[in-house]
């Protein structure tokens, strides 16, 4: 009998996406630091995982995340105050999605986008993260951007979305925008550095829309 093909999704790697073999999944992880990957028995559930990175789960005893407010002085010096944080929120997978960049230090609101029909998270974090940095760079500013995707954040430094999401109708407005966005990103270079928020460690990133 034919062994049963599985399914590796990649999150973070050298490349990310949805592989159909181990080999292929080896060859964006190996000797990636944090590289992040698990597999499935289908490529539903493979898709599925990886437009909303579900499905890694680390093991961790369950604990309340802190909050910015609440972190001690020694654990927000670690964060860099004067930066933008972005974040997306999306009902449905797809569903309703929209996104935003805000001040780090207050969470006070820079630009807010959507809502857009039939999107993802990732879309979101992806359009989010490409906004923020069109926008220093027209304000000739070299603050960082705070970012929790890390399927965004490699989307960005691939130039290249990967999703699975059909073009319809609905969505047309919102993929015109991750056209001109991959667009943006191969005609322009930038200093912003991007940085992964520690949600584990520093609590929600303040651009998140408090709807879990």
């Known amino acids: 009998?034919?062994?049963?093909?599985?399914?590796?999704?990649?999150?973070?790697?050298?490349?990310?996406?949805?592989?159909?073999?181990?080999?292929?999944?080896?060859?964006?992880?190996?000797?990636?630091?944090?590289?992040?990957?698990?597999?499935?028995?289908?490529?539903?559930?493979?898709?599925?995982?990886?437009?909303?990175?579900?499905?890694?789960?680390?093991?961790?005893?369950?604990?309340?995340?802190?909050?910015?407010?609440?972190?001690?002085?020694?654990?927000?010096?670690?964060?860099?105050?004067?930066?933008?944080?972005?974040?997306?929120?999306?009902?449905?997978?797809?569903?309703v999605m929209e996104y935003r960049g805000v001040h780090t230090s207050d969470a006070s609101e820079i630009f807010r986008l959507g809502p857009f029909q039939y999107g993802t998270n990732n879309l979101g974090e992806f359009l989010a993260l490409v906004h923020g940095l069109a926008l220093l760079k027209k304000q000739e500013s070299d603050v960082p951007i705070y970012s929790d995707s890390r399927t965004a954040i490699a989307w960005v430094r691939n130039k290249r979305v990967k999703t699975t999401i059909k073009r319809v109708a609905a969505n047309r407005k919102m993929f015109e925008l991750v056209d001109r966005a991959e667009i943006w990103l191969h005609n322009n270079t930038y200093t912003t550095k991007i940085i992964k928020w520690d949600t584990e460690n520093w609590g929600e990133i303040p651009a998140d829309f408090g709807r879990k």
């Open 1 to 95: 009998m034919a062994k049963k093909t599985k399914y590796y999704v990649v999150w973070n790697g050298n490349q990310t996406g949805v592989f159909d073999s181990w080999t292929k999944c080896q060859l964006q992880i190996k000797g990636y630091p944090g590289a992040r990957y698990k597999s499935f028995k289908t490529k539903a559930e493979a898709d599925t995982a990886y437009n909303n990175e579900t499905g890694y789960v680390e093991k961790r005893t369950a604990t309340a995340k802190p909050t910015l407010s609440s972190l001690d002085e020694k654990v927000r010096a670690q964060i860099i105050m004067e930066s933008i944080s972005v974040d997306a929120a999306c009902s449905g997978n797809p569903g």
